[in-house]
């Protein structure tokens, strides 16, 4: 097979690529192959196909030195053979020594950069052979996706802080993939097009301490499909937001005080934090909601509620 | 001008600066104790009822309180007066009856002008326009006394 692949999005016809990647799956008109890309553009090809009703999508890759597809389990086969990965079994109890090298899947072969700079490492749940999907933190998004795209077993999201002695895993229950898959097939509409979709994207505001170096902050954006990030709760205009998150009362309170229509997502990580902001949640009820984002089953979990509010500001038409 | 309404602080901006005055606006009481404490200000237009912020709360009484309106306007003409504003009104647009901060707004009605720390203060139930605090009004009746 000639390795020659075009890009749909950059129009690249890239006999160079070292990867390149395409998403295959039935669409109503029978078609199989839907969109290929040379990798720079993964997130925007996932995006496609999460609003597009196909059957059974899978994701595949091609090294320029195979010139075959692989679909990733088997992706991720070749690359955990490659390099030692510590591996998750239990992840209550899981430690990691800061400096252990773990592999991104995302990036690895992109070469673009190897090093453990960043504080943010992700597991994206596990595939039906059991191996696990890990990311450096910078590419999130094209994780779940590729987590999203296959059938994966109890995948879950974790992040380590490296800059932590004695680093641990902890969960972020918030982004589990499985859920995340189901809500984004179940909430996009199917029938909206490309051009429509990319013209209601809501806009989203994302204030958590610590800003963007905050790995919650990272999460957030990363799941936050088929939006825009603004820069500004309120822009020129008085042009407000259509979803504010946040993790403190008292920046949700300053949201609640700036704008008049922006809906505000309160997320707390703790069961301290509970009380507290589903109370002052509960004070605004049509303007914000509390959420979890430590998981359990009698609490809203963030990212299907987030995904939903996603889906009512983009149908609503509000923009 | 403090209001934690959207409303009556777009319509103040826009109403104030028609009239040819500086206005600077903020949403909320701890915002503006700071800016007080920064810069100096010929007049402060406030609300009286704003969210009570978490501030120094434990977390049973940000459970308790945070969100629910309090009677700020109250303490903020003391702390405004102590930063050396000279002209302060408090006007609020909840009713007598739905706050029992608005009620005690009836107290003040009809009375002589109050004067705090050398500041003239001015308490009072905020004549409304289009739906919205006639803050022009308001001022012209804080610098009338």
Redesign the interface.
Known sequence: MDSTVHCDHCGDRRKDAILMFQIVGEKEDGASVFTRCCGEHVKNSLHICLATPLTDPVISFMRKEDQHWIPLEGMASVLLGKKEVVALSDRSRFQMRVGVEVLCHVCEMSATHTEARFTFWVFVGGTSSGEWIHCCGRHIGEALGLCAATHLKNPRVMYMDLGQQDARYAALEHLNAARLLAHCFRLVPSTQSRRESVSTKPVIFIDVYGGQDNPAARAIEAVAFDTRIGDHLVAEGDVEVDIAVTDSVATALRMVNETEKTTIVLIYFSQQEKDGMTAFASRFSNRVEAVSGIGGDDQIAFVPRFLQLIAEKTTGGER | MID????HR?AGMRDLRAFGHEVVAM??YG?ARQKAHGESFDAALIDLL??A??TTLG?QA???H???DIGVGFPLIFELALCGISRIAVATDTGHHDHPDSAIVDWFKGRGPLVVNGAKVLIMHAPMRDGAKDWVEILNRLLAI
């Open positions: 934690d309404s959207v409303r777009r949403s909320s915002e704003m969210p912020e978490p977390i940000v459970v308790d945070v969100g629910r």
